[in-house]
């Protein structure tokens, strides 16, 4: 990987951790904080963008995938709610948050995927 790679990477990581930041933000002013719907919002929207990269434009994948998508999305965040939420008794959403997260990311990747495809395939 040639040093420029790395730094467009480095530079859309931190894009990611910005957005994923305004995307957090802008959910819980919509929706409150008493569920983390924006950590679902970003991993989901993330997922499906990333399905959509890897499908559609492979050559992207490095920057696009590991530099900005990895800086947007968040599994230690998803994993740290579902511990919060199971602690304060609410432990239908933490299954929910656990489970679900996984089952609709997985879903939104084969979305993307199929996407990515259908754009250039």
Not at 33 to 53: H, K, M
């Amino acid at each position: 990987m040639s040093p420029l790679v790395f730094l467009y990477a480095a530079l859309a990581g931190g894009v990611g951790a910005g957005l994923r930041y305004l995307v957090d933000l802008g959910v819980a002013r919509l929706v409150g904080t008493r569920y983390p719907w924006g950590v679902l919002v970003i991993n989901l929207t993330g997922s499906f963008a990333l399905g959509v990269v890897t499908g559609g434009f492979p050559g992207a994948a490095f920057i696009v995938g590991a530099g900005l998508l990895g800086g947007y999305t968040t599994f230690s965040t998803a994993m740290l709610d579902t511990v919060a939420l199971w602690r304060d008794g609410s432990s239908r959403a933490a299954v929910f948050n656990a489970v679900g997260m996984l089952i609709l990311g997985v879903l939104a990747a084969i979305a993307g995927l199929a996407l990515g495809t259908a754009l250039t395939g």
